[in-house]
């Protein structure tokens, strides 16, 4: 069973920040826009939000020591990806181009190897890989189907969480889904609005790895009730 979770002031700023933003405008379900109850009485509320916790799958112990190897010596390049969005590093990995990327050539064999447990049959095209990515409501639009997240580091729970925020069973409610992806692997909808929660970097840093695909081959329809899953698949342990 979920746990329930208990947002504080900023969780509860970047979902306002998502609704300002319009991100929570769809066009089969509550297309009449999103009140969001702050807790200041200031605005009215016309859909509830449940805040819920999720576990990603955890992923081997070894696996995991060797991205968050690659990810601190990776060669980043020297312009930040997405801008608009908060983030000390930004680069996007193109599966196709990975034997022109040097930079990435070890990174993108570890997704492989990742991937291939997961879900060998996923027909990714590229992957987001972050350093102290934070806050940065967003919906990734060019996305064709669901994507999987993961990150790593030292940095300290609770905060560094992945919130996606998307329909549930109720089409009065939407669900605020908290998930702890540090060390662990979860399948999102990109399309429905995203954040990451704030954590204190300066105690440690946070890498994460967005695999995403943006071919028509593999489009699948917007998830109607779980935008956030993390039961529909398995990890493998190490043998």
């Known amino acids: 069973m979920n746990q329930g979770y208990e947002p504080d ?16 405008q769809d066009g089969d379900r509550h297309s009449s826009g999103c009140g969001v ?12 939000f449940d805040w819920v916790c999720l576990e990603g799958k955890r992923i081997p112990d070894q696996c995991c020591a060797e991205i968050l190897e690659c990810l601190r010596n990776l060669q980043w390049p020297k312009k930040r990806g997405r801008k608009k969005l908060t983030s000390e590093r930004y680069a996007v990995l193109w599966r196709e181009k990975e034997k022109e990327e040097p930079r990435f050539g070890t990174l993108g064999k570890l997704v492989e190897k990742l991937m291939s447990s997961v879900d060998a049959d996923y ?12 806050n940065s409501p967003h919906c990734d639009v060019a996305d064709t189907t669901f994507q999987y ?14 919130a996606v ?60 009730t779980r935008c956030a899953d993390v039961t529909s698949f398995e990890v493998p342990s190490a043998s």
């Open 165 to 224: 925020v998307g329909p549930s069973d109720d089409e009065d409610v939407w669900c605020v889904n908290v998930v702890n992806t540090k060390n662990r692997i979860a399948r999102v909808d990109g399309r429905y609005p995203h954040f990451v929660l704030p954590y204190d970097a300066a105690k440690g840093d946070r890498y994460s790895l967005v695999i995403f695909s943006v071919k028509e081959s593999a489009a699948t329809p917007k998830a109607k």
């Open 37 to 48: 109850d702050d807790g200041d009485g200031d605005k009215e509320e016309d859909i509830h």
């Open 149 to 162: 997240v993961c990150s790593f580091g030292d940095f300290a729970l609770p905060g560094g969480q992945l």
């Open 9 to 24: 002031v900023a969780a509860r700023a970047l979902l306002r920040r998502a609704r300002d933003l319009d991100l929570l």
């Open 123 to 134: 027909d990714y095209t590229h992957v987001a890989v972050t350093k102290n990515f934070v």
